[in-house]
């Protein structure tokens, strides 16, 4: 573990993919007074240079880094990354926020949303590792904390609406080529998606289990449970890839134990930190509100007009900054406030 004048060293794991140069971008702008910054990844983009704070740093090889340098580790690489070098990085002395799934359902690791948990990294006393949970969860649990706290939450129906970007660089690409050629006439074979995305709607995101949920639908079942800390809260998700590139939307119906009373939601909103609220007829897009963003925004709100006790609201967020940087960044801060 490195410090210097209290300052801290950290190091970015996938430095150099979307989620991973917005996480660079934002510890900038962030409270978190950084001594030394390390930019890794893997072989391929070694010696590239990312700018940071107005200099440039080298890409460093992930394989060949001593953790010991640092204090906080922030990943934003894949799964297999994850279970690699998580632990080594603890082992060294580090503090670990991970991005991917691998370690979300472990019940011996926080899986955190500041505006929900924060007070789990309270129990936090030797490096260790945080999971910061799936996007789409994200944005819900944000919605949803609210009217878990006044009213208490039976059962969540969701259906996601995600943007490419949610798969990466290459799905971006994809969805641009595929644009592009329908424009002029041609169709392109798809090779990121089963399914042709521009202009469609698929519903399939991650692979599909025995149950014919896919895992990102049942990632947002168990990730709320986990969250909350409450095993009784059901979600029954269906999770949909659509052809934007950055910024998830989300059509959510909430059955709540006691009748919400709308008014005093809205100014539970309208007073809660990282939440834009959008009141009577007008709503925001993830377009035109959210991309670029770090809230999550709040529109739609309407009484169930079939069930006395559930109501109805649309949610979106930007899925690289909120949903993935900037979460991993409310934590780090939070974090370093307490170690320093």
């Given at each position: 573990?490195?410090?210097?004048?209290?300052?801290?060293?950290?190091?970015?794991i996938?430095?150099?993919?979307?989620?991973?140069?917005?996480?660079?971008?934002?510890?900038?702008?962030?409270?978190i007074?950084?001594?030394?910054?390390?930019?890794?990844?893997?072989a391929?983009?070694?010696?590239?240079?990312?700018?940071?704070?107005?200099r440039?740093?080298?890409?460093e090889?992930?394989a060949e880094?001593?953790?010991?340098?640092?204090?906080?580790?922030?990943?934003?690489?894949?799964?297999?990354?994850a279970?690699?070098?998580?632990?080594?990085?603890?082992?060294?002395?580090c503090?670990?926020?991970d991005?991917?799934?691998?370690?979300?359902?472990?019940?011996?690791?926080?899986?955190?949303?500041?505006?929900?948990?924060?007070?789990?990294?309270?129990?936090?006393?030797?490096?260790?590792?945080?999971?910061?949970?799936?996007?789409?969860?994200?944005?819900?649990?944000?919605?949803?904390?609210?009217?878990y706290?006044?009213?208490?939450?039976?059962?969540?129906?969701?259906?996601?609406?995600?943007?490419?970007?949610g798969?990466?660089?290459?799905?971006?690409?994809e969805?641009?080529?595929?644009t592009?050629?329908?424009?002029?006439?041609?169709?392109?074979?798809?090779?990121?998606?089963?399914?042709?995305?521009?202009?469609?709607?698929?519903?399939?995101?991650?692979?599909?289990?025995?149950?014919?949920?896919t895992?990102?639908?049942?990632?947002m079942?168990?990730?709320?449970?986990?969250?909350?800390?409450?095993?009784?809260?059901?979600?029954?998700?269906?999770?949909?890839?659509?052809?934007?590139?950055?910024?998830?939307?989300?059509?959510?119906?909430?059955?709540?134990?006691?009748?919400?009373?709308?008014?005093?939601?809205?100014?539970?909103?309208?007073?809660?930190?990282?939440?834009k609220l959008?009141?009577?007829t007008?709503?925001?897009?993830?377009?035109?509100?959210?991309?670029?963003k770090?809230?999550?925004?709040?529109?739609?709100?309407?009484?169930?007009?079939?069930?006395?006790?559930?109501?109805?609201?649309w949610?979106?967020?930007?899925n690289?900054?909120?949903?993935?940087?900037?979460?991993?960044?409310?934590?780090?801060?939070?974090?370093?406030?307490?170690?320093?």
């Amino acid at each position: 573990m490195s410090f210097e004048q209290n300052k801290i060293d950290i190091a970015v794991i996938g430095a150099t993919g979307v989620v991973g140069e917005t996480i660079i971008e934002l510890l900038a702008k962030s409270k978190i007074p950084i001594n030394e910054l390390y930019l890794l990844s893997s072989a391929k983009s070694i010696g590239r240079t990312v700018s940071f704070s107005n200099r440039q740093i080298y890409v460093e090889d992930l394989a060949e880094f001593d953790f010991s340098k640092v204090a906080l580790a922030l990943f934003a690489a894949g799964s297999e990354v994850a279970k690699k070098y998580c632990k080594k990085a603890i082992e060294k002395g580090c503090y670990v926020i991970d991005n991917s799934s691998a370690y979300r359902d472990d019940p011996k690791i926080p899986l955190i949303v500041p505006e929900v948990n924060s007070h789990k990294l309270e129990q936090i006393k030797v490096p260790s590792l945080i999971a910061n949970p799936n996007c789409s969860t994200i944005q819900m649990c944000v919605a949803l904390e609210p009217i878990y706290r006044l009213y208490g939450i039976t059962r969540v129906t969701v259906s996601t609406y995600q943007s490419v970007s949610g798969t990466g660089r290459k799905a971006i690409s994809e969805l641009v080529s595929q644009t592009t050629s329908l424009l002029n006439g041609k169709i392109e074979a798809p090779k990121v998606y089963d399914k042709p995305i521009a202009f469609n709607a698929i519903p399939h995101i991650d692979d599909f289990l025995d149950n014919e949920y896919t895992k990102e639908e049942m990632k947002m079942f168990n990730e709320t449970q986990k969250i909350f800390s409450d095993q009784e809260i059901l979600v029954n998700a269906t999770a949909v890839r659509v052809p934007t590139i950055f910024g998830h939307s989300e059509s959510i119906n909430v059955e709540t134990k006691s009748p919400v009373d709308l008014e005093q939601l809205k100014k539970e909103y309208s007073k809660a930190k990282g939440v834009k609220l959008f009141k009577n007829t007008n709503y925001p897009t993830a377009m035109t509100d959210a991309v670029g963003k770090l809230d999550v925004f709040i529109g739609r709100i309407r009484k169930d007009i079939t069930h006395q006790n559930a109501i109805n609201l649309w949610v979106v967020a930007d899925n690289v900054r909120k949903g993935g940087a900037w979460n991993t960044i409310q934590i780090a801060e939070l974090l370093v406030s307490k170690i320093l």
